[in-house]
């Protein structure tokens, strides 16, 4: 490549070594920070995102970004070069958009505000955590004016996680699963129930973690270029393709947290991993958006790890670690991690009732932002339209408003992505088996290979050189739908409840 | 205080955010970092440095500097701002030596160096890190013209540590113990050999660790402020005077390690979360030099810890713990955790040999940084001199040159520290116990606040407000000297070997 690109190269590795240093201090402060570092972390964090904000948006990175665009002007489309360029030069637009100082006070009160809601959610108190809220939401309005929109402003920002993609298109993929799901809830909800109380039992938490972490070994997360630590709300960042981190909560008396909760986060951990090490410690070096990563943890979380083909290699396993299962046969091991049932805890929901939590905070979201709902009402709006979705009311904030971390760190236009990555997890697997039409059979025997490779090769490796739109496209043909996702949502728990 | 006071502050603190960023990234990558992770983290710390450098080396610094020393010449000497200013000062005419080049490729080099050192002690091999060493001596001898210096190039590393003071001083320090210290040793060595064997059996990790948290909690290390991990060559760390990291190595078959390790940096912790609240986020909030902050760890960990009045208090406790000790009485547990030995690995070793150990390293780390040993000819020099101190060879790299994280790292200059703490820790001791003479009744009563809050209140606060020479005549009338350190060896060995 010609000079003005390496120059423009080695300029955006400084910031990006900026931004994954600050994704360090993020994670320390959810996996080993003492409670007293909270106010200095926040200040720590406030700076690099400033100076990372302001090297990026400086007048050097455009010039850079000018000269080297004459040097790629006959690369392809596909190519790093052309990519990096492309892919930066949307990135640049949308930055310059907003000033240093704002960056810096998002960055300090949503770092301070974090504090603040964990201990308003363990107090169950929603009103000691409305002040941040309030703070918060202000700042997001203006965010999405300082970004702008021609709809709602609720579009300005569910672009930065979804390029490209407008409130509309979301709402209109929402409505048509809407009454599908349920319909479906309602025809689960009428047959006979599943019994997963061998789930809830004590299990001893070293030995949840030993054996979660086979588990996402046998999928190929890569502990040479990986880690995991525990942390209050699991996720998972990262902070290079060789340095992925994944964290897990644990519960003592029920196996799913830890289990299925790593399993997840190992999907997004393998997305990261996957990563071309030609895009390393360059802005293109992340999951192309929030949907197309989720879509890779939901996939092992559930299209694998709650498949009965996936259960029939590991309850062996799992019942040499806990031989209080032995007497647990597969099919009703397999209904059990399947058990449909509504419940206040989006974490924790089954794959049927999910969506509709996400739909949930979607609708009130838009309404905080438009200033429909006032942001001291969220708590009562919240607990009406959870009763008029799963008929019944949040007994405290704790199982309600104050569940979610996302709010305190302004990731407004976040949720809608959960949803997202749901359908696409389906649409992506289903191209996978046209591909490898052995891959469930491998599961069967632990074998997560092909699928694994697939998604390498077709996902992973192209970092964010692709929209999220471009790449479904790609790989399918076709845009996001909600079809696909129905159909084995109907077709799975249709088997599990004999509907 | 006067505006430009307060930009000038405001300055520092950004830029201290930006130096505890990168420490939290050291902290991580001894702590919990992948493998893959080293070459990633090296940009960064790199990328870091250079940026704090840059920041604290501008001409903006300066200007601010001049005008806030303006506003301040009628403050005390004692007040923060000017001791702000003041220190400041110093450290800009310092800093302004180093280009930000430099800084950021011995940052990148020294994170390097980091696992190639791991690596190769590991495997025991001098020759797979001497490359590297070769490239970091090289750059030290740099960074010593740089700095400049008078008589030697000792100097001017040292200074990065010891403000102040030289390399002819700490010879004279050390030509004045050595003599007296092989005597020591030499009378011990002829007396009826202690029995330690009861401290190396196998003892549980999880239980290790649960005692020693219990003796630094009972110490005073606070951890709503600080908290504990395991790495492999242990350390204490701090991004703020309210978030203070400490870290142990665990030996299953060896109880000091972990426990006596502990001790040692909650000692290192306390003193920086005793800095006063007021210097928070500051340049100011540090120990004041190296010597002055192992004099808090060698303290806690020797003077207390080693003690007969401690254990009288604690061996009940490690009984409960522990109980394959129960058959063991207090004077043989004192005996044990004070036996002299003869050994290779300096962080193991006894109060009476251990600066043995320094003086060798500040004899080699002299005639490197001169040339008169070269690079690919140390680990000789290594084996003959330690001949020479000990009366035997190390049988391998593991146990010989490659034992310590320090020279990888570049800290040349740092070693001589080690002693100089061991000196300050008997003298500040004395100190406290002439204004308290009831503090050794408490400590063998598990009361260890009358000595924490003497420390706090003569050490600890200050920061760095006062050079440790200062410091040390503050608190003791008189500058650091050896004989009140061969004294207390003498009386305490004396009756533990009847000499």
């Not at 308003?120 to 929109?149: H, N, S, T, V, W």
């Not at 996400?358 to 009130?364: A, D």
């Not at 290979?449 to 999220?468: A, D, F, V």
């Amino acid at each position: 490549m010609g000079a003005h690109y390496e120059a423009l190269l080695a300029h955006l590795k400084e910031i990006s070594n900026i931004r994954n240093a600050a994704a360090l201090l993020s994670y320390d402060q959810e996996t080993a920070m003492p409670p007293g570092g909270a106010a200095s972390r926040a200040q720590q964090l406030s700076t690099l995102s400033k100076i990372g904000h302001e090297m990026f948006t400086s007048g050097k990175t455009s010039e850079l970004l000018n000269a080297a665009a004459e040097e790629v002007t006959s690369e392809d489309y596909d190519s790093d070069a052309a990519s990096m360029v492309r892919v930066v030069q949307e990135d640049y637009a949308e930055a310059t958009k907003l000033p240093s100082d704002f960056v810096a006070d998002l960055s300090r009160e949503t770092s301070l505000a974090h504090a603040t809601w964990a201990k308003a959610r363990q107090d169950k108190d929603f009103k000691a955590f409305l002040p941040a809220l309030e703070r918060i939401i202000g700042m997001m309005q203006k965010q999405a004016d300082l970004i702008g929109y021609e709809d709602h402003p609720y579009d300005a920002l569910l672009g930065q996680y979804e390029r490209g993609m407008t409130t509309a298109q979301v709402r209109d993929i929402f409505d048509a699963q809407r009454p599908k799901l349920v319909d479906l809830i309602s025809a689960i909800s009428e047959a006979t129930p599943v019994d997963d109380s061998m789930l809830k039992q004590p299990f001893d938490r070293d030995k949840q973690r030993d054996f979660a972490l086979e588990v996402v070994k046998a999928y190929g997360f890569d502990f040479e270029r990986g880690a995991q630590a525990q942390a209050v709300h699991p996720f998972c960042t990262s902070f290079s393709v060789n340095d992925v981190r994944i964290t897990t909560r644990f519960n003592d008396n029920w196996l799913n947290p830890a289990l299925f909760g790593m399993m997840h986060e190992s999907g997004h951990g393998m997305y990261n991993q996957g990563i071309g090490q030609n895009l390393e410690g360059t802005p293109l070096a992340e999951g192309t958006s929030l949907g197309v990563h989720e879509s890779q943890s939901r996939m092992w979380e559930n299209i694998v790890g709650r498949s009965k083909g996936f259960w029939s290699w590991a309850l062996p396993k799992l019942q040499e670690t806990f031989p209080q299962l032995n007497d647990v046969s597969l099919d009703d091991f397999y209904k059990a991690v399947n058990k449909v049932e509504r419940s206040f805890i989006r974490v924790e929901a089954d794959e049927a009732t999910y969506n509709l939590h996400i739909i949930l905070r979607f609708e009130l979201e838009q309404d905080l932002l438009t200033g429909a709902i006032k942001v001291a009402d969220v708590r009562d709006a919240w607990n009406d339209k959870f009763n008029a979705f799963f008929g019944m009311t949040p007994p405290d904030d704790a199982l309600g408003v104050l569940q979610d971390v996302h709010w305190s760190g302004g990731l407004f236009g976040y949720f809608a992505t959960y949803a997202l990555g749901n359908l696409l997890s389906v649409q992506y697997y289903n191209e996978a088996l046209k591909a490898h039409p052995s891959i469930p059979d491998e599961i069967a025997n632990g074998q997560f290979n092909t699928l694994l490779t697939w998604l390498n090769q077709n996902i992973h490796q192209h970092g964010r050189k692709y929209t999220g739109d471009e790449l479904t496209r790609r790989i399918t043909g076709e845009g996001i739908q909600s079809d696909s996702y129905i159909q084995y949502l109907t077709e799975k728990f249709g088997g599990i409840y004999g509907l």
